[in-house]
């Protein structure tokens, strides 16, 4: 039975509490606080498996939690549900850019968040599981590009490309089938599974942050016109 530790971070308590309740009844160990700051120190304090995070938060909000949790070593690896009144599409594509797992909008049903959190857990399981087997895997060469699976990391022409989360894996999904054509809908269900909701428009953005940061070598990454992406053979 689950038995992971979950941050939960909101300043609304009703939320609060009703998303504590229900994470309980699923055995999982909750912890709750109103602020970003106090977020920061709780992880500090003892690292949570999975934190759900509030963007509109008193002081220091959401987003800026999650940029400096993704910009730490000892807590990027920690995955970050958003879960925020604000759905519009820019706020969405905003969160996970900054690397964020998944944006679940209020309000919601207790059910569809169990499930997100549920997917999240899987995901980062099978990810640390992949990496361990990996062991001395050999890193994937295309084009300029060097994408290291265990460290995960990624150099472009000799020089380190700070990826979030999300574009590592999309990069590592692309490089291990150079030449194949991938939907946009297949990229999301290949990196974070079907169960996953993220808009075909937010692939877009981070395929476009990705090209950037990869500089000249990011051109190997081709947009196939009405179908999606590849890697170039």
């Not at 999650?66 to 594509?93: F, N, Y």
């Not at 998944?102 to 999240?120: E, G, I, N, Q």
């Not at 089938?177 to 999301?188: A, C, E, K, L, Y």
Request: charged share 30%.
């Amino acid at each position: 039975m689950p038995n992971e530790l979950i941050l939960v971070v909101d300043d609304e308590r009703e939320i609060r509490e009703l998303i504590e309740y229900n994470l309980k009844r699923e055995r999982y160990e909750v912890r709750c606080v109103d602020s970003g700051e106090a977020a920061l120190k709780d992880v500090l304090a003892r690292k949570p498996d999975l934190i759900l995070l509030d963007i509109m938060l008193p002081a220091r909000d959401g987003l800026d939690v999650c940029r400096t949790l993704k910009s730490d070593p000892a807590t990027a690896g920690i995955p970050v549900i958003m879960v925020s009144a604000k759905g519009e599409e820019v706020d969405v594509v905003t969160g996970l850019e900054l690397g964020a797992v998944d944006y679940v909008t209020k309000p919601f049903s207790p059910r569809v968040l169990l499930a997100r959190v549920r997917a999240a857990l899987r995901r980062t399981a099978a990810l640390e599981a992949e990496a361990e087997a990996a062991g001395g895997e050999t890193p994937l060469q295309r084009h300029g590009i060097v994408l290291d699976p265990t460290r995960r990391d990624v150099t472009a022409n000799g020089r380190s490309a700070d990826l979030t989360r999300t574009e590592f894996d999309i990069l590592q999904f692309l490089m291990r089938r150079p030449g194949w054509v991938f939907t946009r809908n297949q990229i999301i269900g290949g990196i974070h599974g079907t169960e996953h909701a993220v808009t075909a428009r937010a692939v877009d953005v981070q395929v476009v942050s990705l090209r950037r940061k990869l500089g000249e070598t990011g051109e190997a990454l081709e947009t196939v016109r009405g179908v999606g992406y590849r890697m170039k053979e």
